[in-house]
């Protein structure tokens, strides 16, 4: 909403003289036309309008002017009905003002009202009805002070009864160490070599940067990472699950700490038993999630290729221009959503968004392989504009490969999702798109 000082920088009149301008009688009109100055930014445009509507001495030459040429009682009349016009426009500003601070107020309100009943359901659940409603107000983001207890919950790694949850937690936690001290001296075996060699090698090139260089948390996500594929050897270690470990890490610490931000956080300064419980959660947790979409990880990774196959055709009906521009320049989906799918988007959005795409996420049926399908749809077509744009190969796939979403927050994802969701109950009932 522009300000009343806005509109009025908008329509000052210049000093200058300007085509229309009054004359006064019996002068002569200019000779030649009046030779506009070229704009070349908004600074300088705005410099040129910079005194309209303000009383100024070439108001009251203007004035004097009009007198000249009108009778008194219209020139009389025209003002008040610029003053009356005038002041309707401050009380109708002052009313959307007064409006916009009103639902900002109620908005707040149904947050601060979902935040409460999302922690009262953290804390007291204990039946599968207040599962379902857990799941229901998480889909919309959940307070950073209940997300370790609602991620836990959330994945199936605590029960939903309070009572039995720090039994499992003990159980499961001294589970995971009890892998660790009967698999992770194999790393060097000959025939777990690899495997390892490849763990060390990616996790300094983890994205997002947060804390995986301190050797603390290096250490944490080799033993998490070697055991889930020593455990797993169906799959084993693929390049894209060492991205999943950081999400679930970076909110478990949370748990312990009262920073704002976690990014410059010295991990090695917990307890030792603190990092013990955090190294233990997130491996649970993040095997909960690859259990969903572990075929995106064995060999040839066929869970992938289907749901980029699976994305190129519901695009193809959601927005066939931005389909056919893709297709006339050469551009494969493959080249561009395959990290979509292997990184769960990690690596296209900031971690805060990442962590707030997983909220709802875990509070969707298969949030991680069958939702997330719409939010790649809605995610490419965000950018319809800019792909119609760029006419080249070489620059769609570098654009399409590097989004600008670094300032991306809360907002943009909650838009996306809304996105997301109704393209899902508008296609998911639909299955032709799926269909070669």
């Known amino acids: 909403m522009a300000s009343d000082a806005g509109r009025k920088q908008f329509w000052k009149r210049s000093g200058a003289k300007v085509p229309g301008s ?36 070439d108001d009251d030459e203007l004035l004097a002017i009009a007198a000249e040429n009108l009778n008194t009682e219209v020139v009389m009349e025209t003002a008040h009905k610029v003053i009356q016009n005038h002041s309707k426009l401050q009380e109708q500003h002052k009313f959307q003002e007064e409006h916009l601070q009103e639902e900002k107020q109620v908005e707040s309100a149904e ?32 307070p950073k002070q209940v997300r370790p207890s609602a991620w836990k919950l959330l994945s199936g790694y605590l029960p939903a009864n309070v009572d039995r949850r720090e039994s499992t937690l003990q159980r499961k936690r001294k589970e995971y160490f009890a892998f660790v001290e009967q698999y992770y001296d194999s790393r060097n075996d000959e025939n777990h070599q690899d495997t390892y060699r490849q763990i060390h090698i990616d996790i300094p090139r983890m994205s997002p940067e947060v804390l995986r260089l301190q050797p603390k948390v290096t250490e944490i996500f080799e033993r998490i990472l070697f055991i889930w594929a020593i455990r797993h050897p169906a799959s084993g ?12 890490f970076v909110v478990f610490v949370c748990e312990y700490i009262e920073e704002e931000e976690v990014e410059n956080f010295d991990v ?25 979409i572990q ?13 980029v196959k699976m994305l190129e055709e519901l695009v193809s009906r959601i927005d066939e221009q931005v389909h056919r521009h893709l297709d006339q320049h050469e551009v494969k989906y493959l080249q561009f959503a395959f990290r979509w799918m292997n990184n769960l988007l990690m690596r296209e959005v900031p971690l805060r968004c990442t962590i707030r795409l997983w909220d709802t996420y875990q509070s969707e049926p298969e949030g991680f392989s069958h939702f997330h399908l719409y939010v790649c749809a809605a995610f490419l077509v965000r950018w319809r504009k800019e792909i119609l744009e760029e006419k080249d190969f070489q620059e769609l796939l570098i ?8 300032h991306w927050g809360n907002e943009e994802i909650s838009v996306l999702l809304a996105e997301a969701y109704r393209l899902k109950f508008a296609f998911a009932d639909a299955p032709n798109h799926y269909k070669k």
């Not at 947050?111 to 229901?136: M, Q, Y």
């Open 399 to 406: 654009f399409l490969q590097n989004l600008p979403t670094v």
């Open 22 to 57: 009054l004359i006064k009688p019996g002068s002569k009109p200019p000779t030649t036309p009046v030779k506009l100055k070229k704009v070349s930014t908004f600074q300088e445009f705005e410099s040129n309008t910079s005194d309209a509507w303000d009383l100024g001495d």
């Open 237 to 248: 270690y693929v390049q894209g699950i060492n991205d999943l470990v950081t999400p679930f």
């Open 111 to 142: 947050l601060t009202s979902i935040d409460n009943r999302l922690v009262k359901s953290v804390s007291e659940g204990h039946t599968s009805s207040s599962s379902e409603e857990l799941r229901k107000l998480s889909w919309s983001g959940i």
């Open 295 to 307: 075929d995106n990880y064995t060999f040839a990774q066929p869970g992938i290729q289907k749901k």
């Open 268 to 292: 090695s300064s917990l307890p030792e038993e603190m990092l013990q419980n955090i190294e233990a959660d997130s491996y649970w947790c993040m095997s909960k999630l690859l259990d969903g």
